[in-house]
């Protein structure tokens, strides 16, 4: 099992719709988690992090399932400006490497 | 504040050139980053720096050396480019030990003909 895994999609999801992402991690040592946002030929940019069970910040909610060692992002009410990569992020426990899954495509459509 | 800066944007190398990639932050990070970003593969991690004298190896060091001349600096060298070094590279520092919070620069897009 890779370490961070993402269905890279791409979402294809009209505007105003709800649309959620999951990622899952194999290192159960993790006590953060982190999603990024990437526009297309852009930096990365930190979206949102996670350190228990969730997180919200506006339309975007982050949750976490240790148990099943999964985390997910919840866009509700789709922008076209949404539209992006969205990558996983997972530090190892006490290490100074994150390990970045590959991302997941969103295109919001009018 | 101008954040993580690297130079330069855009460079074409030919097989066998040698360059060095700059990045520099402003924002007091003690661990900085060279990651590579391939269509497919995601972000590869090159080589960090947990704090400023120290440096490691990565996920695909090969081909590459780092330094970090200062807290502020740390540059990525290609002593003999490749064409599979063709890539964007991105530079990013985080603070305060946690990792997965990371500033990115806003990349360099390497051609090596």
């Known amino acids: 099992r890779k370490e961070v895994e993402q269905d890279p999609g791409p979402f294809n999801v009209p505007e105003g719709a709800t649309v959620a992402f999951n990622c899952t991690y194999s290192n159960s040592a993790s006590q953060s988690f982190f999603w990024y946002r990437q526009d297309c030929r852009k930096e990365p940019k930190l979206l949102m992090s996670v350190y228990s069970s969730g997180n919200e910040d506006g339309r975007f909610t982050a949750q976490l399932n240790r148990a099943s060692q999964y985390i997910s992002l919840l866009i509700r009410d789709s922008k076209l400006s949404d539209s992006a990569t969205y990558l996983c992020?997972?530090?190892?426990?006490?290490?100074?490497?994150?390990?970045f899954g590959r991302g997941t495509s969103l295109i919001v459509h009018p | 504040n101008a954040g993580v800066t690297q130079t330069p944007k855009f460079q074409v190398l030919k097989t066998g050139q040698s360059m060095t990639l700059q990045c520099a932050q402003d924002m007091n990070h003690n661990s900085m980053y060279w990651y590579r970003q391939d269509p497919g593969m995601g972000l590869r991690l090159i080589y960090y720096s947990a704090s400023e004298g120290t440096t490691d190896k990565g996920e695909v060091p090969n081909g590459y050396n780092v330094s970090r001349l200062n807290k502020r600096e740390f540059s990525l060298r290609l002593e003999s480019a490749a064409p599979s070094q063709t890539s964007v590279y991105f530079c990013?520092?985080?603070?305060?030990?946690?990792?997965?919070?990371?500033?990115f620069g806003p990349g360099t897009r390497l051609t090596v003909l």
């Open positions: 992020v997972v530090p190892p426990g006490g290490s100074y490497i994150p390990t």
């Open positions: 990013a520092g985080t603070s305060g030990g946690a990792a997965g919070t990371q500033y």
